[in-house]
């Protein structure tokens, strides 16, 4: 493993242990040659995965650019940083296991948006508003409706 410091290949695991749910590998790293200290987490994955847009285009998936997406819509929200990786662990774990190896993006925007839905409904507005791209108040307004009887079957 390359330290992010200084680009030294000599780097020694100090400490390892389970995360998200014992489906990945936190290791501490110290370099040798810098002394500077970083983690990385290691992760089975069982295939590459293609995201196919609505356009056709093809791009490789992306487990990051779930959790930014997912972090911008819950920004200033009660959610803490884990509860956001451990949901885009399930969304990975969930696509991997369906067994395909193109997945549609409509597909991914679904599953990220379940997975706001449990954790927060203020995030979920969010990220669906932006999704969906509203373009009047009526199309927001039945969306809305929509959300509230989610949070009616909630309780």
């Not at 290949?9 to 110290?30: F, G, L, M």
């Not at 509860?83 to 997945?103: F, N, P």
């Not at 991914?108 to 969010?126: K, P």
């Amino acid at each position: 493993m390359r330290c992010p410091f200084c680009n030294s290949e000599d780097t020694q695991v100090k400490d390892s242990r389970p995360a998200e749910d014992n489906h990945a590998i936190r290791r501490r790293r110290a370099c040798n040659a810098c002394g500077g200290r970083f983690t990385t987490f290691e992760r089975v994955q069982l295939r590459d995965l293609i995201v196919v847009k609505s356009d056709g285009r093809q791009q490789v998936f992306d487990r990051d650019k779930i959790i930014r997406s997912m972090s911008v819509a819950l920004r200033k929200r009660p959610v803490e940083m884990t509860a956001i990786e451990k949901a885009a662990s399930g969304i990975v774990r969930q696509l991997e296991s369906e067994g395909e190896q193109e997945v549609q993006a409509e597909r991914i925007g679904e599953l990220v948006m379940n997975a706001l839905v449990q954790l927060d409904l203020v995030g979920y507005i969010r990220y669906t508003s932006v999704y969906k791209d509203f373009r009047n108040p009526e199309d927001f307004n039945s969306f809305l409706e929509n959300v509230r009887e989610l949070q009616a079957q909630q309780k």
